[in-house]
C-alpha cells in the first residue's frame, strides 16, 4: 500500500504549509496582536509626530487608547464630570415624545352666516346663442335667406329652419335675427355684423 510519502520532497513542503496554514488559523480566531488593532480613530494625532516614524506614533496612539479606557473603568464619582451635564437645558420643539400621536389643533369655527329667506332661488340665466349674423343670400325682395356663423362652420337657413340641430330661425329683419334655442327655449335678437 501506498502512502504518498515516497517523494521526501513534495511530503516536506506539504508538512511546511500545514504548519503555516495551522499557524494562519491559531492567529485568526484567537484575535490576533494588539499592534494590528486600528486605534488611531480614538487617539488626536500629535502635532509634533514626523511621517518618516511611524513607529513612535502607533506607541503613542496605543497608550493614549489604554490611558482613556483606564479612565472610563475608575468607579469614583466625578462631581466636576456630573456637574457639567446638570446644567445642560433641554430645548425640544414642543412635541411630546411619549405619543404617538401630536395633539390636535384647534380649528377656527367659522362665522355662521345669516340666513334669511329670500323668496325662491332664480334659476341660473340660459346660456347665451353662439351664432354670429353675417349676411344674406339670394333676392331681397323674395324669399330671404341668411349666412348664420358658428365657430368655423357657415350655416344657410330661412324662417321656420333648424341650424346646428338646436337653434330655430324665427324671423330675420333688415338689420337682425331672432332666434330660439329649442332646448332651453331661450330667445335672442343676434344683429347684423359687418
Known amino acids: ?17 500545514l504548519v503555516a496554514a495551522a499557524i494562519l488559523v491559531i492567529h485568526a480566531f ?3 496582536d494588539q499592534d494590528t488593532a486600528p486605534a488611531a480613530s480614538t487617539a488626536a494625532p500629535s502635532s ?3 511621517p518618516t516614524s511611524p513607529a513612535k506614533h502607533a506607541g503613542a496612539v496605543r497608550k493614549t487608547s489604554y490611558a482613556s479606557l ?7 464619582l466625578r462631581f466636576d464630570l456630573l456637574k457639567s451635564s446638570e446644567d445642560v437645558t433641554y430645548k425640544g420643539t414642543g412635541r ?20 334669511t329667506p329670500q323668496g325662491p332661488a332664480q334659476p341660473p340665466p340660459p346660456p347665451p346663442i353662439d351664432l354670429k349674423f353675417y349676411g344674406f343670400a339670394g333676392p331681397k325682395n323674395g324669399n330671404k335667406r341668411i ?12 324662417e321656420g329652419d333648424i341650424v346646428d340641430r338646436r337653434y ?6 333688415a338689420n337682425s335675427v331672432e332666434v330660439q334655442d329649442v332646448l332651453t327655449n331661450n330667445t ?3 344683429p347684423l355684423t359687418g
Open 1 to 17: 500500500m501506498k502512502l504518498g510519502t515516497e517523494d521526501k520532497r513534495k511530503t516536506i513542503i506539504a508538512a511546511v504549509l
Open 30 to 32: 484567537s484575535g490576533g
Open 48 to 50: 509634533t509626530a514626523s
Open 70 to 76: 483606564g479612565h472610563s473603568l475608575d468607579p469614583t
Open 96 to 115: 411630546d415624545i411619549f405619543h404617538s400621536q401630536p395633539e390636535m389643533a384647534e380649528i377656527p369655527k367659522a362665522a355662521q352666516p345669516d340666513i
Open 147 to 158: 349666412f348664420l356663423l358658428k365657430g368655423e362652420d357657415i350655416f344657410l337657413a330661412k
Open 168 to 173: 330655430k330661425i324665427m324671423h330675420i329683419g
Open 188 to 190: 335672442q335678437t343676434i
